[in-house]
């Protein structure tokens, strides 16, 4: 028995399924999930000693690689002058100033301490502000928990296969519109029939928990423009894209070329460096809106942590165009590994991508995948053995079919070489 059967074999009688975040207990890939006592460069190291290449980096905070240094420095110093002020700080707006000069859309930001918050917010504010109740989202986007933006929703539901959350009531289900994604018209006819009910459209920047799914050529202008025409705002999703898919996030390679700006950003994972801060952001008039300056509340205990934004605040800073370069390099040359690999193994299987993102569909390869229901009925039963035969050879992949495969500016070329030595046999033992 390993320290990590032992470990989980104790938390199931502590914690639901043994965890605190569902996609942790390797509900679909089967087997022991690892416990981890340390992360540092592109190694994440369990309680038995094995040292993985890790290809989750955190789910997605760990852009610089873990335990970067100059963030470890940060969170060093601002520790030493107390962990929680409950006032303002300093770091606050060093933070903001960052975001902003990345994003220059976001005309005002408020810090809240996770993803879900962010999101949350973000659709009571366009609710607030436009007077109207409808929330349209697409099928496949993962928002976090928040009841409205449950149905449908990807990543750990997706991986559960569960079409939404027991104990979200009729009423606020009936709240969300839920569309596929990727399909204009489906749009069109929802703002035919509700136009002046549709509070905000939600979606993903580029979706990356139903597996990768890049927006087509031009969906998310047409969704500004669409959202616009109506009167709603559009609520553009970079908690997961936000500083990892370039340093304007995904809109920075999209949408600032395109010359769109959604009305209001949520960002979290890499904008805290690996500690509890994400934050939303947008068009000055809209953020007003927030308390105290308006009507919507919003309030949070720890919401911009000095320990938090300072972490944030270093790894932006360290967050350079080299950073993105590496990443961008990795991202294909991994990608071309695992191609290649699956095709000697006559393995069917189509390389999803967004930006520097990317997750592997198996039976997929005439189209790939455009949305949910193409994400759904793929040979997922592959990802498994693929899985865990990379686990045996030391390299840790999101456990999940569902999930994209982080890489960091750590991932050297020792990393990169473990990587690649261990794809043959995932690739014969998917064919399997
Ligand atoms: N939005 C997106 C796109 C996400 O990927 C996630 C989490 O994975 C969230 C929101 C929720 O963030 P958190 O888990 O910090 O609540």
């Known amino acids: 028995m390993t320290s990590s059967d032992e470990l989980f074999e104790r938390a199931r009688h502590l914690m639901p399924g043994g965890v605190n975040s569902p996609v942790r207990a390797f509900g679909s890939v089967g087997g022991t999930p690892r416990f981890m006592v340390d992360a540092h460069g592109p190694h994440l190291t369990d309680a038995d000693g094995v040292r993985y290449v890790d290809l989750v980096c955190s789910w997605g905070p760990a852009l610089l690689g873990h335990s970067h240094p100059a963030v470890i420095a940060a969170v060093h110093e601002a520790v030493d002058h107390g962990l929680s002020f409950g006032a303002s700080t300093p770091a606050e707006g060093r933070l903001a100033e960052l975001v902003m000069q990345r994003v220059p859309g976001v005309e005002r930001i408020r810090m809240v301490s996770t993803g879900t918050e962010a999101t949350m917010t973000a659709v009571r504010l366009a609710r607030g502000f436009t007077g109207r109740d409808l929330i349209v989202k697409f099928a496949g986007c993962y928002h976090g928990h928040l009841d409205g933006l449950l149905a449908a929703a990807g990543s750990g539901l997706a991986t559960l296969a569960l079409p939404g959350s027991a104990g979200v009531t009729a009423a606020t289900a009936a709240e969300t519109l839920v569309l596929p994604y990727n399909d204009e018209a489906a749009l069109e006819a929802a703002f035919a029939e509700h136009g002046d009910r549709i509070a905000a459209v939600i979606?993903?920047?580029?979706?990356?928990?139903?597996?990768?799914?890049?927006?087509?050529?031009?969906?998310?202008?047409?969704?500004?423009?669409?959202?616009?025409?109506?009167?709603?705002?559009?609520?553009?999703?970079?908690?997961?894209?936000?500083?990892?898919?370039g340093p304007g996030g995904y809109w920075g390679l999209t949408g600032a070329r395109e010359g769109w700006t959604p009305d209001l950003f949520t960002f979290g994972k890499v904008i805290g460096g690996g500690l509890p801060t994400a934050a939303l952001g947008g068009r000055a008039e809209v953020m007003e809106y927030l308390a105290p300056t308006g009507p919507v509340y919003q309030a949070g205990t720890l919401s911009g942590n000095p320990v938090a934004m300072a972490a944030g605040v270093a790894t932006l800073t360290h967050a350079t165009d080299d950073v993105y370069a590496h990443i961008d390099a990795a991202s294909l040359a991994l990608q071309d590994a695992v191609a290649s690999s699956l095709d000697s193994a006559g393995v069917d299987h189509s390389i999803q991508r967004a930006g520097n993102l990317f997750s592997v569909a198996f039976g997929t390869s005439r189209g790939g995948v455009r949305n949910y229901a193409d994400a759904q009925a793929q040979e997922a039963y592959r990802y498994a053995p693929f899985f865990h035969s990379m686990l045996e050879s030391g390299i840790y992949l999101p456990p999940s079919v569902f999930e994209a495969w982080f890489l960091s500016a750590a991932h050297d070329d020792e990393a990169m070489n473990r990587i690649i030595d261990a794809l043959p046999a995932a690739a014969s033992a998917a064919a399997a």
């Not at 920047?205 to 087509?216: I, S, T």
């Not at 050529?217 to 009167?231: C, P």
């Not at 705002?233 to 990892?244: A, M, N, P, Q, Y």
């Open 203 to 245: 979606t993903e920047a580029a979706p990356a928990n139903m597996g990768v799914v890049a927006p087509a050529d031009g969906f998310n202008a047409f969704l500004s423009r669409t959202t616009t025409a109506h009167g709603a705002l559009l609520i553009l999703d970079e908690v997961l894209t936000g500083f990892r898919t």
